[in-house]
């Protein structure tokens, strides 16, 4: 057993060297008011030292189970020198351990990995992965540790990977692995902190609590692998990993289910997840999270274009500025505000203040600089663009919207040679990842390719469940060519299905040589906001139509001659 000095709280895990309270070096020796043993020397001694330092020890107040045994007679000194080499074993051990791992070495990087719902309920992942998240989200607001972000570590959610691999793909030097299991009302979670260099493990722990204590155990888990990474928290930290934004425990629980769903990605989990996050606001009006939860599920629902940007963007910026007066610390909503402007507004200065300031509230959150990098590649500012993207990689190296991002930087920077190469890079990460194929089909079709610019965008299809789709954009592309497919786009809306239609079509009158209509539909995409037009600056494909009076007017009303 080990004893803080300093606060008395004793410990049963002989591995750790520190106190998680206050980082004081912690004593070897039992919980009484007798003088303990140092586990350590403040300096590495001889073992000769050491042998020395036990004889003097050993002979006045010999070691016994149960603390400082009266002086051994003769006949026991065997005994005592059998102990006395115990000690003197266990000391080099200890001696080791400790200037292996360093004295209060901290680690400046961490991956939280998905912890695994033991539950036996796969209803309940949305617990297991909502911890995962809220942890990974009160680590992150350590500006001294470097944590990665959810759509990196969950990647490895249901595989079997060890510890030293995970630590060199991400680049990290911890990882945390953790499991949530049930038994009736209580939630029992296992946690174990692994130095990704050498496999060994820094720290463990179960937590075992009443699930009306949810809010108060995630608070308590942030606080115990926060202090292990770090030997000492400012005041100012750890009211930073102590803020749940809520006390109310179904109101937490809702909010993790929202989240669970809004990470789906697809249209129905979105509207489930506003019923979730609906239902977390009506229980405590003043969770800022859940706030953030609506903004961002509706800007998503109209960006993706599963709800008219008319409707739903106005939505998701209330739900934001609700959340940032609610909270001004949050980066969350400063960022949908942000790409909001970006997107609906087409006010790229507005933006840019917004991405700006979410930066500067948590400098760890990749989507902040992915968003600021497309506004940026947006605004045709290449350079800084580039730098932004680099910092959300370095941050999230294998997120999928980032490394997807980054491709399309490249198209729209006409480096087609680098796109090339970095949407095959997004697609071996995950080749079930719709929209890398679809502007990888883009990429093909710039390059003349066309053949491999219908399959892909054929495959985009394939993948998002429209088979019908795919096969009529290759029998169309058999029969009458790429022409044929061109006046497919322009006619029949049959395979396009969602509100950016317009921006699909416009290219396809450019390549058709019908300017007229090419206007004609960019102006409509200008009437409902249609987030497409965004890129209007910069997109290879309107080339053609650049220096036409019309397209000068069209850059006036959108901002984007600045």
Not at 339 to 355: G, I, K, P, R
Not at 536 to 559: A, H, M, N, S, Y
């Amino acid at each position: 057993m080990k004893r803080c000095p300093d606060c008395g709280r004793d410990y049963n895990d002989d591995s750790l060297s520190f106190c998680l309270d206050d980082g004081a070096e912690l004593l070897f020796g039992p919980a009484t008011d007798e003088p303990a043993t140092a586990i350590m020397p403040s300096e590495q001694v001889s073992n000769e030292q050491a042998t020395q330092t036990f004889d003097q020890i050993s002979r006045a107040h010999p070691i016994t189970e149960t603390g400082l045994a009266p002086v051994l007679p003769a006949k026991n000194s065997i005994i005592a020198a059998m102990i006395g080499i115990i000690v003197i074993s266990a000391l080099g051990i200890g001696s080791y351990l400790y200037y292996a791992r360093g004295p209060g070495k901290q680690f400046d990087s961490i991956a939280v990995m998905p912890f695994a719902n033991e539950t036996g309920n796969s209803d309940m992942d949305y617990l297991s992965d909502g911890m995962t998240e809220s942890l990974i989200r009160a680590l992150s607001q350590l500006p001294e540790i470097s944590v990665k972000a959810r759509s990196s570590v969950f990647r490895y959610k249901g595989k079997d990977s060890d510890a030293k691999s995970v630590a060199k793909e991400l680049g990290v030097q911890a990882v945390l692995n953790g499991s949530v299991s049930q038994r009736g009302d209580r939630i029992i979670l296992n946690l174990e902190l692994i130095n990704g260099e050498n496999e060994n493990v820094i720290w463990a722990d179960q937590y075992d609590r009443n699930a009306s204590e949810l809010v108060a155990l995630q608070n308590d888990i942030a606080r115990d692998v926060s202090r292990t990474l770090r030997s000492k928290l400012t005041a100012a930290d750890q009211q930073k990993i102590a803020n749940n934004y809520t006390t109310n425990p179904e109101a937490y629980r809702l909010y993790l289910q929202g989240r669970f769903y809004w990470n789906k990605r697809e249209e129905n989990d979105f509207r489930r997840s506003i019923e979730y996050f609906d239902q977390a606001v009506a229980i405590d009006p003043k969770y800022a999270l859940a706030h953030a939860g609506l903004a961002d599920a509706y800007a998503l629902l109209a960006t993706f274009g599963y709800m008219p940007p008319r409707e739903g963007s106005p939505k998701a910026l209330q739900y934001a500025r609700q959340a940032m007066a609610l909270d001004p610390t949050l980066a969350e909503p400063h960022t949908t505000i942000a790409y909001l402007s970006q997107t609906y507004s087409y006010d790229l200065e507005a933006a840019e203040v917004e991405f700006k300031r979410a930066i500067e509230l948590n400098p760890s959150y990749a989507t902040a600089h992915q968003w600021y990098a497309e506004m940026l590649t947006c605004s045709g500012r290449f350079d800084e663009a580039l730098a932004e993207f680099h910092r959300a990689l370095e941050l999230e190296p294998l997120s999928l919207p980032i490394n997807w991002d980054l491709s399309r930087f490249y198209y729209m920077s006409r480096r087609y040679d680098e796109s090339l190469a970095q949407h095959r890079k997004t697609i071996e990460l995950d080749p079930g990842f719709a929209r890398a194929h679809r502007t990888f089909s883009e990429l093909y079709k710039v390059k003349g390719d066309y053949a491999n610019a219908i399959e892909e965008r054929a495959r985009y299809f394939d993948l998002i469940s429209q088979p019908k789709e795919a096969a009529l954009i290759r029998s169309t592309f058999a029969k009458g060519g790429w022409p044929g497919f061109l006046r497919l786009l322009t006619g029949s809306r049959s395979v396009l299905t969602d509100s950016n239609n317009g921006w699909v079509a416009a290219k396809a009158y450019i390549d058709l040589g019908d300017k007229d209509n090419a206007f004609a539909e960019l102006n409509k995409l200008y009437e409902i906001h249609g987030s497409s037009l965004g890129w209007l600056k910069v997109e290879p494909q309107l080339d053609p139509l650049r220096g036409d009076p019309r397209f000068d007017e069209l850059l006036r009303k959108t901002g984007f001659t600045k």
